[in-house]
T-cell receptor, first 112, second 111 residues
Framework: NAGVTQTPKFRILKIGQSMTLQCTQDMNHNYMYWYRQDPGMGLKLIYYSVGAGITDKGEVPNGYNVSRSTTEDFPLRLELAAPSQTSVYFC???????????FGSGTRLTVV | KQEVTQIPAALSVPEGENLVLNCSFTDSAIYNLQWFRQDPGKGLTSLLLIQSSQREQTSGRLNASLDKSSGRSTLYIAASQPGDSATYLCAVNKGAQKLVFGQGTRLTINP
């Protein structure tokens, strides 16, 4: 049972490039989330999904896009990378948010 | 707006000591509060989750308490070990998919 898997673990992008951060879970959870964590700070919600075909914005969605075509996958897309998007990105899933979340190991992204 | 604060930002103690990490939140209308552990370069590991109707939860050497009326939670670690060194994050669940995190407390246990 792999839980929540994120790829890649590390990535360096140049300003203006685009990329997709992958997230997949094998627990059949309906709820999935993308967070970013800046140095010395807590996590902030970028986007979330309550089920396949449904996505919604979180606290800091600007510069990002998501899709949820299957229950298992929730990719995060950066279209025009900016230095302000340098951060560690975490994907999480939950069967019921009232009973906790499972987090992936993160993607460390640097934009230069 | 819900704000979550963790004090201190960093804590260093000798091995074997009992210690308390603090978490405060500004809005008492929460569903639950969760404590996580984060090791350097790793993801978050859930330690304890306290529902809004509960006062405390225990797991091994860890005990978390919740006082909604005062907007406080504490994580008590008994008989600390070097392996407990990590960053500890608390997060408040306000419902509507909103999990609000504190900044974390970086804990170092010295052998």
């Amino acid at each position: 049972n792999a839980g929540v898997t994120q790829t890649p673990k590390f990535r360096i992008l140049k300003i203006g490039q685009s990329m997709t951060l992958q997230c997949t879970q094998d627990m059949n959870h309906n709820y999935m989330y993308w967070y970013r964590q800046d140095p010395g700070m807590g996590l902030k919600l970028i986007y979330y999904s309550v089920g396949a075909g449904i996505t919604d914005k979180g606290e800091v969605p600007n510069g990002y896009n998501v899709s949820r075509s299957t229950t298992e996958d929730f990719p995060l897309r950066l279209e025009l990378a900016a230095p302000s998007q340098t951060s560690v990105y975490f994907c999480a899933s939950s069967q019921d948010p009232n009973y906790g979340y499972t987090f992936g190991s993160g993607t460390r992204l640097t934009v230069v | 707006k819900q704000e979550v604060t963790q004090i201190p930002a960093a804590l260093s103690v000798p091995e074997g000591e009992n210690l308390v990490l603090n978490c405060s939140f500004t809005d008492s209308a929460i569903y639950n509060l969760q404590w996580f552990r984060q090791d350097p370069g790793k993801g978050l590991t859930s330690l304890l989750l306290i529902q809004s109707s509960q006062r405390e939860q225990t797991s091994g050497r860890l005990n978390a308490s919740l006082d909604k009326s005062s907007g406080r939670s504490t994580l008590y670690i008994a008989a600390s070990q070097p392996g407990d060194s990590a960053t500890y994050l608390c997060a408040v669940n306000k419902g509507a998919q909103k999990l609000v995190f504190g900044q974390g407390t970086r804990l170092t246990i010295n052998p």
